[in-house]
């Protein structure tokens, strides 16, 4: 089997283990059997074990001699943790993605219009993914790859989920906070840095 195949298949391993997290199939503290997952996909335990090993990594499951892999107890305070890091990281890609934003937000526009769907049906499934694709494209215009792998490297996706099915963690509008990043890049304001710092630690969640 080729890398990007494995690569591939390690992914949608994990983010069948993940929706089993946030979905409340796993509850925290229960054990995840590798060899059960295996048998469940048809797939080899292989795989199955890379994606525990990038899921613990995240800190969202944890190991232990003799007890096996278990969901992680995540509190709050767990999750609000992320933000102060991915808020540094996005005011730097977004003060590095100024000037080629101001002149073409076509990246960014369809994630705010089908935020703007996602909002009028409250679909939270939708409101997380297009609210990270969006972010994801902001940090994508800074042109920065080691700044995009870091970002990534974060699980954005997983943590927003998380807060936002687990702690009812919302904003007043997806559609309507992201729009006015957009207009800031067009106009070309000089605080964007921290505007979209400040748009990020206002979604944390309150421990």
């Known amino acids: 089997?080729?890398?990007?195949?494995?690569?591939?298949?390690?992914?949608?391993?994990?983010?069948?283990?993940?929706?089993?997290?946030?979905?409340?199939?796993?509850?925290?503290?229960?054990?995840?059997?590798?060899?059960?997952?295996?048998?469940?996909?048809?797939?080899?335990?292989?795989?199955?074990r890379e994606a525990l090993r990038e899921l613990e990594a995240l800190r969202l499951i944890e190991s232990a001699p003799n007890k096996g892999v278990r969901v992680r107890a995540l509190t709050a305070a767990d999750l609000e943790e992320i933000y102060p890091v991915r808020a540094g990281l996005e005011q730097m890609a977004?003060?590095?993605?100024?000037?080629?934003?101001?002149?073409?937000?076509?990246?960014?526009?369809?994630?705010?219009?089908?935020?703007r769907t996602a909002d009028a049906l409250a679909d939270a499934e939708a409101q997380t993914g297009h609210t990270v694709a969006f972010h994801r494209e902001l940090v994508k215009a800074s042109g920065n790859s080691v700044l995009l792998h870091t970002w990534e490297s974060l699980g954005i996706e997983i943590w927003t989920a998380l807060s936002i099915r687990w702690l009812g963690t919302r904003q007043r509008s997806y559609a309507e906070e992201h729009q006015e990043l957009v207009d800031a890049f067009v106009r070309r304001d000089p605080r964007i840095g921290e505007l979209v710092k400040e748009h990020v630690l206002n979604c944390a969640p309150r421990a």
Request: hydrophobic fraction near 45%.
């Open 1 to 48: 089997m080729s890398p990007p195949i494995v690569h591939s298949l390690r992914q949608q391993i994990r983010e069948h283990i993940v929706e089993g997290i946030v979905s409340g199939r796993w509850q925290p503290g229960e054990r995840i059997v590798e060899r059960r997952i295996a048998v469940e996909l048809d797939v080899s335990q292989t795989p199955v």
């Open 94 to 115: 977004a003060e590095l993605a100024a000037g080629a934003l101001a002149g073409d937000v076509s990246a960014l526009v369809p994630e705010v219009e089908a935020l």
